[in-house]
């Protein structure tokens, strides 16, 4: 329904409608129950992890203290796969902010034709210029004005609308934060990868190069018939052992490589200069375990729950959007412009034209669709808080789990470390004892697998407590 009214009495009831909200429901509106707030089931401290205060830390990576990480890193950010799509959600997310804000506002068009029409002498207005000669078988019309409109979104539709639309930007952000937390996880683990892998391959060489000589030793006893066949087969077992994952290795460390070339953004098997800035033989890189904060700071560091609460305050939104429906459409516009069938008359007073209007669309008789409508944006509310729940409650176990593991693979390391101080003891009398000829080379090779096998078991250990570290950093969010 449009009811035509002067500009001027459009203008003053439009200023009386929009001086306040409405405060009675309308007539057949149904009582909707007000929203539970979001209840974040976090634990007011944690029971294992570094409960320190979190520091700012949006470079977390560097804290393995290893310069070449910290460039692959760096490139991965700027260069990785997953972020063009990431930064293209973010723009749509933002251009759909921007179209649902401008519903707030006032719309205007603007129409223009210009015509010149010659009419049948056999169909209609044509056929009376053969009894009245003063009407012109040729017509020229002109037209030009200006429509301007407002929806004064009463029910809070566009309002709601525009607030869902800005949390879904909200949670689109959230969403490169949690590529950029993954991509740099990601490179950092292949990283680990990388550094345990040429690390195994130098010891399983050096391991080669002994058993190869211990066979040696064992095939001139045999022939001697000082040693025995069961000896040399064992030998024989070892070195090809050894031998075997040799290749294995090799694979692991090109496939890292591999890998950390993709998320540079670059083709698989090309270089990476970033190596360079660490010299050959580099050591799998260890942090400290990171400061965890309190739990309920999680909620603001992890990405994900940032997205889920989000996506909250979008259903919430989408809610009042739908329980906006109840409430009348009320529009107000009004035009200026001008109209003539004579050209020469175009732009005179007496070609102009003006309109006031007031819309009303009520969807009176359909309280049955908005009431199903208001229950499937309730649906999907208590499925995002549902969700958020659980998001959180996973986030903490995933912390607790993530420093729990950390703790225990740092006891495993110390006893690593212990091991590999006596290792390097014995190989140190060792060699004393060779030099002294009290051993023979055999016998020496014997304890440079031992001390091999220590160093294995240590890289190993190391490897994990690293490994777990990352998973704390990623269980934080950073």
């Keep these: ?35 539970p707030p979001v209840e974040a089931p976090v634990a007011p401290a944690w029971s294992g992890a570094n409960a320190a205060a979190r520091p700012a830390e949006p470079a977390w990576w560097r804290a393995y203290g290893d310069p070449a990480l910290d460039r692959l890193v760096e490139r991965a950010l700027t260069a990785g796969p ?46 009376l210029t053969r009894f009245v000669p003063t009407i012109n078988r040729t017509q020229d019309t002109a037209s030009l004005n200006a429509t301007l409109g407002w929806d004064l979104g009463l029910g809070g539709g566009v309002k709601n609308g525009a607030r869902a639309a800005r949390a879904d930007l909200g949670a689109a952000q959230a969403g490169l934060a949690a590529t950029r937390l993954a991509l740099a996880a990601e490179v950092t683990a292949r990283y680990l990868d990388l ?22 030793y064992a095939e001139l006893r045999l022939a001697a018939t000082e040693g025995s066949a069961r000896e040399r087969d064992a030998r024989v077992r070892e070195l090809g052992e050894a031998e075997a994952s040799l290749p294995l290795l090799d694979a692991q460390v090109r496939a890292a490589r591999f890998a950390l070339a993709v998320l540079t953004g670059r083709p698989a098997g090309a270089d990476l200069p970033e190596l360079s800035a660490v010299g050959p033989g580099a050591a799998v890189p260890l942090a400290e375990d990171p400061a965890a904060g309190t739990p309920a700071d999680l909620l603001r560091a992890r990405p994900d729950l940032v997205m889920a609460e989000a996506r909250i305050v979008s ?9 906006g429906e109840y409430w009348p459409h009320v529009s107000i516009g009004g035009l200026l412009g001008f109209d003539t069938n ?61 420093f729990a593991l950390a703790a225990a693979r740092r006891e495993a390391l110390a006893a690593q470390d212990r091991r590999r101080a006596a290792a390097d003891s014995a190989w140190t009398s060792a060699q004393a004892a060779y030099r002294l000829g009290e051993i023979s080379d055999d016998q020496l090779r014997g304890e440079s697998l031992q001390h091999a096998s220590a160093e294995a078991d240590q890289l ?14 990623k269980a934080l969010g950073g």
């Design 1 to 35: 329904m449009i009811l035509r009214l002067s500009l001027r009495r459009t203008l003053l009831l439009a200023g009386i409608l929009a001086a306040g909200p409405l405060t009675a429901a309308p007539a057949g509106a149904r009582p909707q129950p007000a929203p």
């Design 82 to 127: 997953d972020l063009p799509g990431a930064l293209a959600r973010i723009d749509q997310a933002r251009a759909a902010a921007r179209a649902v804000g401008a519903g707030r506002f006032p719309s205007g068009t603007v129409n223009g034709s210009l015509a010149r029409t010659e009419q049948s002498l056999e169909n209609g207005l044509g056929q």
């Design 195 to 216: 550094r345990e892998a040429e690390a195994r391959s130098r010891l399983v060489t050096r391991q080669r190069d002994d058993l190869a000589a211990r066979l040696r």
């Design 315 to 323: 259903a919430r939104a989408r809610v009042k959007s739908a329980l």
């Design 342 to 402: 004579r050209l020469a008359g175009f732009g005179t007073p007496a070609s102009r034209i003006t309109q006031g209007f007031i819309g009303l669309r009520w969807r009176l008789f359909d309280f049955a669709r908005i009431d199903a409508e208001v229950a499937a944006a309730r649906g999907a509310e208590r499925e995002a808080l549902a969700a958020y729940r659980d998001a959180v409650l996973r986030a903490g176990a995933q912390v607790e789990s993530a």
């Design 460 to 473: 190993a250990a190391r490897r994990a407590l690293a490994e777990a570290v990352l998973d704390c950093r």
